[in-house]
C-alpha cells in the first residue's frame, strides 16, 4: 500500500439512508456513494431483541455498501456515525454526557468477518431538574463545525437545522447544553396527512408566503394555531393553496427561532442544507442575529477528526509498518 | 300527523361522519343513528370542481342515513351543521363574520327531491391586521352550550378541544373573537406517524405521564421541542415507551392552554368529550382556572335552537295547519 491509497472508510448511517465516504490520506473524499440502507430499512424484517440477527444485517448492509473498499484495502480502518449506533443499530454506542469535550479520545469498536467498525458515540443532557435531550450523528457534525471555524474559544451557538433541529452551545470544545427541535418532522407530517396537505395542492416556491409565515409565527399565538392559520387565509383568499407549505415553513422556523434563540447567544452558526439555511438566517435576522452559514458537507471533515483524534489513522500507520 | 310526532330531522355532518336525530316536538330524541357518510367518504369518487355531481352524491349519503325518516315524515323540516355546508359540501352555506349573533335568523335551504335540506353557516374572523380563523359546525354546539348556561350576558370564554380546539369569545349572545388550535390533529400525527409513534408501544393510560407532560408544556421552550422531550425520557428510562401518547397528550395541551387562555377569561366552559374536558380542566386549574364541564351532548339542542330561530318549526306548524 502506498502513501496515496486510502486512508479512512467513513459512514454517516442514519436512519433513512447511509452515506459512505473513501477518504484519502489528507482526508481528501476519493470516493463516495449513498444507499437507502439506513436503521428503517436495514432492520425491517429483523426481531430487533435479537442482537445476534440485528448485528447480521446491519452488517449484510455495511458490506453490500462497502464490500469491495473493505476487499480491495483491507488495513484501511472505518468508523460510523449516526443511528447505526443506537440502540436499534448495530450496537448501542451510548450517550456521552453533556458538558463534554467533543475529543473523544475512544469510540466503540464492532468486530465483523472483514475487520472492526468504530461506532462513534451521541451526545445527551439528562433528564432531571432541567429537561433532558439527545443527539446521535450532529456530534460528527459539529466536529466539522468547530474545525472548519477554526476551533473558537469564545462561546458558539451551533444550529442544525433539519428533520430535528438542534441548538448546540458550544464553548472552549466542550458541548455544554442543547436543544432539539422537531421543526421539519412536524413540518413533514403536516404537509403530507391532515387537513393542511388536503388544503394544499401542487406546492409552489413563493418567498413572500414564507415571510408572511415567518410574521405568524412570531406572534405569540403558538404554533398549533399559527399552523391552522394557514387555512383561513386560504379561505379568505389571502394565500394561494399551492403557497401552503412556504407559508408553514415561516411559521415553523419563527416558532422554532422564537422558543429557543437566547439572548446570551451573540455568535450564531448555521450548518446544513442551503435553502434551509437560507430560510433559518431570515428568521434569525428578524430577531437581530446575524448568522453565519456552513455548506453541508462537513460530515466528511468530522469522521475524519473523530478517526483521527481516536487513533484510528495512527494504528493503520503501525499496522502498516509491521511486516 | 298527531302532535306526538317527529319534528326536525337534524344533522351533524362533518369531515369524516353524520350523526342523524329524528327529534320529537320538544326537542327530545325519538330516534338517533350515525354513519360513516362525511364528506371525506362521501366525495371520494366525485370530482369536487362539478357542483351537479357533488350535490348528487351529498343527496344520496343523506337518503342512505335518513330515507326512511323522509318518506314517513315528508312534511318534517330538515337541519344539518357541519363540513356539509363548506365549499366542498353539498352546498357552501358560507360564514357569519364576528362579531356575530348566534341567532341566526335564516338558513341556507337546498333543495332536494323529498324536500329541503336547511344547512348552518360557519364563523370567520377576517385576515387582516390580526390574524383570521374560521369554524364550522362548532357555531352549533356554542349555540347548545350557551343555551344550557341560560343565556349569559356576561362574557364567557367557550373552549370545544378536539382535532382543532376552538377558544370561543362570547358576550351577550354574541361571538366577538375565536382562535383554533390544530392541537388534537398534531396528537393524530405525532402518535400515528414519525419518531415517536416508534417509540411508543401498546398505549396505556398514565395519568403521573399525562402531569408530567403537562408542566413540561408550559415551559417556555415550545412545542416542537417539548414533544421530542418525551424520546429522551424514554431513552433514560424515566418513562415508560407506553407512557408516551399520555405524556404527549399533557405537552400539548398545557402549550395550547398557556398560548390560548387570556388574562381577561374571567369565565371558562369546556364542552366535549369528557375525558378530554378532565385533561384541559388540569391544565386550566394549573393556569388558577377553574372551567366549568358541560357533556358532549349538546348538539342536538343546538341543532333545535338553530331550526326554531330560523322559524323552521313554525314553517312546519303553517304547513301542518293547511289542508
Same mark, same amino acid.
Given at each position: 500500500?502506498?502513501?496515496?491509497? +486510502?486512508?479512512?472508510?467513513?459512514?454517516?448511517?442514519?436512519? &433513512?439512508? !447511509? *452515506?459512505?465516504?473513501?477518504?484519502?490520506?489528507?482526508?481528501?473524499?476519493? @470516493?463516495a456513494r449513498s444507499a437507502e440502507r439506513g436503521l428503517l430499512s436495514t432492520t425491517e424484517d429483523v426481531d430487533l431483541r435479537d442482537p445476534?440477527?440485528? =448485528?447480521?444485517? #446491519? %452488517?449484510?448492509?455495511? *458490506?453490500?455498501t462497502c464490500g469491495d473498499w473493505l476487499a480491495a484495502f483491507p488495513a484501511v480502518p472505518a468508523i460510523a456515525s449516526g443511528m447505526v449506533g443506537s440502540a436499534q443499530g448495530w450496537t448501542d454506542s451510548g450517550y456521552r454526557t453533556v458538558p463534554a469535550s467533543l475529543d473523544f479520545t475512544s469510540l466503540v469498536p464492532v468486530p465483523h468477518r472483514d475487520g472492526v467498525l468504530h461506532l462513534v458515540p451521541g451526545l445527551r443532557v439528562p433528564s432531571g431538574e &432541567?429537561?433532558?435531550?439527545?443527539?446521535?450523528? %450532529? %456530534?460528527? !457534525? $459539529?466536529?466539522g463545525v468547530l474545525e472548519a471555524l477554526g476551533d473558537p474559544r469564545e462561546p458558539v /451557538?451551533?444550529?442544525? +437545522?433539519? /428533520?430535528? &433541529?438542534?441548538?448546540?452551545?458550544? %464553548?472552549?470544545?466542550?458541548?455544554t447544553d442543547f436543544a432539539t427541535a422537531m421543526t421539519g418532522e412536524l413540518y413533514g407530517l403536516l404537509t403530507a396527512h391532515g387537513i393542511l396537505s388536503r388544503t394544499a395542492a401542487d406546492p409552489v416556491r413563493d418567498e413572500a408566503a414564507f415571510l408572511r409565515g415567518l410574521a405568524a409565527g412570531k406572534r405569540s399565538r403558538g404554533l398549533a394555531t399559527e399552523a391552522f392559520g394557514a387555512r383561513p387565509l386560504v379561505l379568505d383568499g389571502v394565500l394561494a393553496p399551492a403557497s401552503l407549505p412556504d407559508y408553514l415553513s415561516g411559521v415553523l422556523i419563527?416558532?422554532?427561532?422564537?422558543?429557543?434563540?437566547?439572548?446570551? @447567544?451573540? *455568535?450564531?452558526?448555521?450548518?446544513?442544507?442551503?435553502?434551509?439555511?437560507?430560510? #433559518? =438566517? $431570515?428568521? $434569525?435576522?428578524? *430577531?437581530g442575529v446575524e448568522a453565519t452559514v456552513l455548506s453541508e458537507e462537513i460530515t466528511t471533515r468530522g469522521l475524519w477528526r473523530l478517526a483521527t483524534a481516536a487513533g484510528l489513522l495512527e494504528d493503520r500507520l503501525e499496522r502498516t509498518l509491521k511486516p
Amino acid at each position: 500500500m502506498t502513501d496515496t491509497g +486510502p486512508a479512512l472508510i467513513a459512514l454517516d448511517w442514519g436512519t &433513512s439512508g !447511509q *452515506r459512505a465516504w473513501l477518504l484519502g490520506k489528507g482526508g481528501e473524499i476519493l @470516493d463516495a456513494r449513498s444507499a437507502e440502507r439506513g436503521l428503517l430499512s436495514t432492520t425491517e424484517d429483523v426481531d430487533l431483541r435479537d442482537p445476534r440477527a440485528r =448485528a447480521a444485517a #446491519y %452488517e449484510a448492509a455495511f *458490506r453490500k455498501t462497502c464490500g469491495d473498499w473493505l476487499a480491495a484495502f483491507p488495513a484501511v480502518p472505518a468508523i460510523a456515525s449516526g443511528m447505526v449506533g443506537s440502540a436499534q443499530g448495530w450496537t448501542d454506542s451510548g450517550y456521552r454526557t453533556v458538558p463534554a469535550s467533543l475529543d473523544f479520545t475512544s469510540l466503540v469498536p464492532v468486530p465483523h468477518r472483514d475487520g472492526v467498525l468504530h461506532l462513534v458515540p451521541g451526545l445527551r443532557v439528562p433528564s432531571g431538574e &432541567s429537561p433532558g435531550d439527545v443527539l446521535r450523528g %450532529e %456530534e460528527t !457534525q $459539529l466536529v466539522g463545525v468547530l474545525e472548519a471555524l477554526g476551533d473558537p474559544r469564545e462561546p458558539v /451557538t451551533v444550529v442544525l +437545522p433539519g /428533520t430535528h &433541529s438542534k441548538w448546540v452551545r458550544v %464553548e472552549d470544545g466542550f458541548v455544554t447544553d442543547f436543544a432539539t427541535a422537531m421543526t421539519g418532522e412536524l413540518y413533514g407530517l403536516l404537509t403530507a396527512h391532515g387537513i393542511l396537505s388536503r388544503t394544499a395542492a401542487d406546492p409552489v416556491r413563493d418567498e413572500a408566503a414564507f415571510l408572511r409565515g415567518l410574521a405568524a409565527g412570531k406572534r405569540s399565538r403558538g404554533l398549533a394555531t399559527e399552523a391552522f392559520g394557514a387555512r383561513p387565509l386560504v379561505l379568505d383568499g389571502v394565500l394561494a393553496p399551492a403557497s401552503l407549505p412556504d407559508y408553514l415553513s415561516g411559521v415553523l422556523i419563527a416558532d422554532e427561532v422564537s422558543h429557543l434563540l437566547r439572548d446570551s @447567544d451573540t *455568535r450564531v452558526v448555521l450548518c446544513g442544507a442551503g435553502e434551509l439555511c437560507r430560510r #433559518y =438566517a $431570515l428568521a $434569525l435576522a428578524d *430577531r437581530g442575529v446575524e448568522a453565519t452559514v456552513l455548506s453541508e458537507e462537513i460530515t466528511t471533515r468530522g469522521l475524519w477528526r473523530l478517526a483521527t483524534a481516536a487513533g484510528l489513522l495512527e494504528d493503520r500507520l503501525e499496522r502498516t509498518l509491521k511486516p
